[in-house]
């Protein structure tokens, strides 16, 4: 596998155990190994980390940089997601797909399965571009 640019989960993202797999322009894909905290209380992978997913690989595969050294960053600005199956453990992953846009705005789809290859969840997002913000 080609070594990714460099990209630290920070935040939310970070505490929730995403792993980015692949990355390249219009196109990301995000793992997580379920564990008892991204469980609901029936059992099961809760909606919000689904959700999540998919907004953050929805957002990746529109930021992906495309200059050396120069980071790119987005928030979002609206997002649907559908809770389509179950899982109650072991390696889910969400791939995203750029669709469209301009200089400020683009859109993403995503999908996030488990791995016997159940279709979770699918959404979209519209993001907005932003400036790098410092710390």
């Known amino acids: 596998m080609p070594d990714l640019p460099s990209e630290e989960f ?4 970070k505490e929730l155990g995403f792993r980015m797999v692949e990355w390249s322009p219009d196109h990301a894909v995000l793992t997580l190994e379920v564990e ?5 209380r029936s059992g099961i992978v809760h909606g919000g980390i689904l959700a999540t997913m998919i907004d953050a690989a929805g957002s990746y595969a529109g930021v992906y940089p495309l200059e050396p050294g120069r980071t790119r960053r987005c928030i979002t600005v609206s997002m649907t997601t559908s809770f389509l199956g179950q899982t109650k453990s072991g390696i889910i992953t969400c791939t995203a797909h ?22 979770l969840a699918i959404g979209q997002g519209i993001y907005r571009y932003i400036a790098e913000i410092p710390r």
Do not use: M, Q, S
């Open 10 to 13: 920070r935040g939310f993202n």
């Open 36 to 40: 008892p905290r991204h469980l609901n």
């Open 98 to 119: 750029r669709k469209g846009g301009g200089k400020t705005i683009f859109t993403a789809t995503a999908e996030v399965k488990a791995d016997d290859g159940t279709l």
